[in-house]
DNA sequence: CTCGTGTATTGAGTCGTTTCAATCTGCGGC
DNA sequence: GCCGCAGATTGAAACGACTCAATACACGAG
């Protein structure tokens, strides 16, 4: 299985290796004739082009790369699929790092895709990547953070105002009369998670009768929410709070697992539960379970949008922080 | 912003090419003094190994592929996460394509795989693909189905085998004392939704009494078994099926959505309702959703292992064909 | 002082594609 | 018959890391 090239190409078709990549190229450069009697060299040879030689005489590849934090995180998948719908749309193909919550394989996936040379990075950062991103862009890799990065303008950025998220659930929660609330969530050093407890803490703070518990998880997936419930199960009602805003969905359908499976604490009667993200099975949950709804393909469309901006962009560009307003979905798991 | 190679690092190291090579990948075949001198080098000028020289010199990448039916699917991104687990332990990278049961995107996902030199490819394939993997194949790019290809004994593959699972599901519905059931799902070209209906069949073969209709759809997503639903609330509950196998659990999340958001069709006093793959949404449904489980992290696992197998072996290389056995959980939603 | 041994380092050649200046070809106009 | 032009084709150089045969060096034994 002798490994072919352009070169054995050009032999068979008898002309040059330029004719050959011209063909693949600009075939409106060739004659009709030679793009023929090449195009058919080239299917009897089974001729494949070499990705890693062309990306090394053009200097950089035509993907993008994207770390999520989490795949399994439907929210997260959303926001791949607008981010590669509108990468389609260049040409360019969508690279999926899944960080996992871990900051070792964040750093591996930036490692793999700096060498790489891909056109741009896509971020939803773990922990405090600033620095990292901006040696990545000073050696010419841009990079969008998807996230609020705080006062930081040096950089473009699609988010949604996690604050105002925050607020709006635990707004909402003071408005139908809990007061002894609880916010699941963790890791604190996920920007998301932290802004979306302060907004709750705003919220609470404007109302003096309502107190804030919070719940530190080790991460955001439906086992840790499941976690949380049991516990939460475990009290003495007297001291369970009468509300819970979870980080995300994930955490939420866990807790609602933990909670209602057993039918011994009532989603909303006794506890009344709020997730974030309102992806698609929050809807289906066993309690349709309210949320605050961001517009996750949006999101991934938005971003590559700056990317490619950001990639065309000159010295004096000016970078562009976009951010969406989360939207409250009431259901029933915070009804009366 | 100049781009910085080896040639550079080992000028300012005061060293040849040749031994930074050697400390990037073989550091113990270099004195220490000179591996500090070359590290200080690098991090002084930034140094970042291209990856499209390195893979054009080694003839293959250190990745491998992954062409999955939909990504929105739990049940593929839990795959993905085994098949990624154990492509780490082997120092690999696993590229995420998703066709999202579109033929050209599947087309596009295996010509930039073989373009990219990947180690191999892992395939949940769409239409009928054996040819193109067997010119994958004899090109030099191991290939893995994670799917049921009948009697095609010449690839390794990991498949669960799902005729038995649709006889399961099927076989419940009739011996909690349904007679009507429907069949939802598409594309029939899907082995997969093929396979989970001749089970069915079979199923309802045996037993005189119960008849099986099928619906189609145009794909396996959460909107499209809401649609089914709809048309099948519309109907008149003399000729509504007592009980609905959907061939995903999307499609039955769908499904229930549409029967029981409105409440005049009861899951499962009406209609009894099952799913297939056991996401982690379904135990949470609003309903809690009997489904089929299939032990998906593992399918993953073991296609990467087998990949491995396949691309060490030789050419008297036996290829193995693993099979999975599914397993029925029951809940609430076909509970009676 | 020489030889032998083993370790450390060198650097030209290679991978396959693309680019682009140079060359070729055919043809109409004069 | 010659010139000029446009379109088609050519082929060598370049991209950057890796390999490996060759070389340099150090040191101990004889």
Chains 1, 2 share one sequence.
Do not use: W
Not at 61 to 78: E, K, M, Q
Not at 219 to 233: A, N, Y
């Amino acid at each position: 299985m002798a490994t072919v090239s352009v070169r054995e190409v050009a032999a068979r078709a008898g002309v040059s290796v330029g004719t050959v990549s011209n063909v693949l190229n600009r075939p409106g450069k060739v004659s009709p004739a030679t793009v023929e009697r090449v195009q058919t060299a080239i299917s009897a040879l089974g001729f494949v082009r070499n990705d890693a030689a062309r990306r090394l005489r053009a200097g950089r590849s035509r993907s993008i790369g994207l770390v999520v934090l989490d795949v399994a995180n439907p929210f997260f998948t959303d926001v791949a699929c607008g981010a590669e719908d509108r990468a389609a749309e260049e040409g360019l193909t969508l690279l999926l790092g899944n960080s996992d919550e871990n900051i070792d394989r964040e750093s591996a996936y930036l490692d793999l895709f700096e060498e790489q040379r891909v056109h741009g990075v896509l971020i939803s950062p773990l922990g405090e990547v600033g620095d990292r991103l901006m040696r990545l862009r000073a050696r010419g890799t841009p990079t969008v953070p998807v996230d609020r990065q705080t006062a930081v303008h040096s950089f473009s950025s699609v988010a949604v105002d996690d604050v105002a998220g925050g607020h709006l659930a635990a707004e909402h929660l003071a408005s139908i009369g809990r007061t002894r609330i609880a916010f699941v969530g963790g890791l604190q050093s996920i920007r998301q998670v932290a802004d979306r407890l302060e907004g709750a803490r705003q919220a609470v703070r404007e109302h003096p009768n309502v107190s804030l518990e919070v719940i530190s998880t080790e991460s955001l997936s439906v086992l840790q929410g499941r976690f949380v419930g049991e516990q939460l199960r475990a009290r003495d009602p007297v001291d369970r709070p009468d509300a819970v805003f979870a980080a995300n969905d994930l955490l939420a359908i866990g807790v609602l697992q933990a909670l209602s499976m057993l039918g011994d604490v009532r989603v909303p009667e006794d506890v009344a539960l709020i997730g974030y993200d309102d992806i698609a099975f929050a809807a289906a949950a066993i309690v349709p379970l309210s949320s605050i709804h961001q517009p996750s393909a949006l999101i991934g469309h938005t971003a590559v949008d700056l990317l490619l901006r950001e990639a065309t962009g000159g010295d004096d560009f000016v970078h562009e922080q976009i951010e969406f307003q989360p939207e409250l979905i009431v259901r029933e798991s915070t009804a009366g």
